[in-house]
């Protein structure tokens, strides 16, 4: 994908009950409870990328999943919209931004689109607990309905293994290659201050 077009987003997205079989709950009910399972995910050989969210009635979505549910889907499909999105985006940001990456770069536009707030398809993730605790736990409350805010938390070796079952090994290549492109970039050194990582619905 490094050098073509994004494909077709569709709209799949993951709830609780998606990872019945898979995941693990831990019900946090005070501080103590919260310093203990942080330091049982630190304490492990394994690295985590974690996601805070406020409520755990919210689902593992993409802003541009979102911005789709929130447009008449029929009239306007995922792809046209988020065509729509990167061409606006890209004719204007040389106004605003010092730097901006090669037109085909597409991971990089995405990442900045998404850094500025832009629906896409990437969705934030953090290797910090306490980040994704911050963003959890910032607007809690603001809503009635709020009964608990939750963290999402993946295994990076899990996550890897299974996306090998799923793609080729050209996919698998041309991932790794973005990757290393993207830690490269200049998008990506302004946006590391915040420990971020991405996933590409």
Known sequence: MPKTAPTEAQPSPMTS????????VHNVK?????????????NENEKWIYRGLRSVDWNLETSLERAVRRFDSQRLPTL????????????RAHH?????????????????MQHHGAPTRLMD???????????????????????SCMIWAFELNWMEEQLKKILSRRDWKLINEEDRNL???NTFKRISLTESAFANR
């Open 125 to 147: 993730w953090t290797y910090s607990f306490n980040v994704a605790l911050h963003f959890a736990v910032e607007s809690f409350g603001l809503e009635e309905k709020d009964k």
């Open 30 to 42: 005070n501080w103590s409870g919260l310093v203990a399972l942080q330091e049982e995910f630190e």
């Open 183 to 185: 830690e490269e970039a």
């Open 80 to 91: 046209a919209l988020e065509g729509g999105l990167i061409r606006q985006f890209q004719r």
């Open 96 to 112: 605003y931004l010092p730097d901006v990456p090669e037109k085909d770069k597409w991971i990089e536009w995405l990442s900045l």
């Open 17 to 24: 009950e998606t990872l019945d079989k898979i995941a693990h």
